[in-house]
């Protein structure tokens, strides 16, 4: 259990706020949001945002709030939210998923397609799963899964690249699952030609770990050029110095350009 000074960002009053192990845990990446309720320290409520190290960096008060119906035992008739919606906090929602999260994850609501969000934010799951939940309520139903991107295995590549463009510079975390799209539902046009130059580097990264074109079509072309087939070859891999770390890469290309030099006499003979 570890004790978190925390001070109103309204009224200054402050108190010490005792928060689980469990979640201290998990902030490895990112802050994790309090929510401070009315009550705990003031009258008043909002969002502190814990690091790691366990200091508040920022505190936010929601400009706008909606109270769920509280369950109480008078409440004999049917409870029209179930009990998982215990934990729907909107101001949550709304200072964490962007707009074009929430429209996005909508659409494809409509669609019927499945949803895959990417967050790091553990403490948000069952928020945004409840969030959703409520606002389909017997409407439209969903298929949501959230994992962190470590857990996130895909073709595309997870990386991030800065771009230096005359005086301006870009840096673009999350390359592929994050930068692309946004620039694409946002349009971003400034953001067109930084991502343009990545993906072109990411993309040659990306073949060096399965395939040795960089290697194998300078070496075919030097060969046909007139280059010793094992020289051109050798010659290509020393330039292709990330390709290069393919063991054999330089042998295979020069087979290649040995069998490129008799297609090349075959077609003249
Ligand atoms: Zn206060």
Avoid at 42 to 48: G, L, Q
Avoid at 105 to 130: A, D, G, M, P, W
Avoid at 236 to 254: D, L, M, Y
Wanted: proline share 3%; glycine share 4%.
């Amino acid at each position: 259990m570890a004790k978190i000074e925390i001070r109103c960002p309204v009224c200054r009053k402050w108190n010490n706020i005792e928060i689980s192990d469990d979640l201290t845990k998990n902030v490895s990446k990112g802050l994790l949001a309090l929510n401070i309720a009315t009550g705990m320290i003031c009258e008043h409520s909002f969002i502190a945002y814990v690091d790691k190290n366990l200091i508040v960096r920022d505190c936010l008060v929601a400009d706008f709030k909606i109270e769920l119906q509280e369950k109480s035992s008078s409440q004999a008739t049917d409870e029209i939210i179930s009990p998982e919606m215990d934990v729907l906090k909107f101001d949550l929602i709304k200072l964490n998923l962007p707009d074009f999260l929430i429209v996005n994850v909508l659409r494809t609501i409509f669609l019927k397609k499945k949803i895959l969000i990417l967050s790091e934010e553990q403490f948000l799951y069952n928020h945004i799963i409840n969030f959703f939940k409520y606002i389909t309520h017997n409407t439209f139903e969903f298929d949501i899964s959230i994992i962190s991107e470590e857990d996130f295995w895909t073709f595309d590549a997870y990386c991030a690249s800065e771009v230096t463009i005359g005086d301006q510079h870009f840096k673009l975390d999350g390359l592929m699952n994050k930068v692309i799209p946004d620039a694409v539902l946002n349009k971003k046009k400034e953001l067109s030609f930084p991502i343009m130059i990545s993906t072109i580097t990411a993309q040659e990264l990306m073949y060096s770990g399965c395939c040795i074109l960089n290697i194998v079509v300078p070496a075919v072309m030097g060969a046909l050029l007139g280059v010793d087939p094992e020289k051109a070859s050798k010659m290509a891999a020393k330039g292709a110095w990330i390709n290069n770390t393919v063991p054999g890469a330089s042998e295979r290309a020069f087979e290649v350009a040995k069998k490129a030099l008799r297609i090349m006499k075959d077609l003249k003979d």
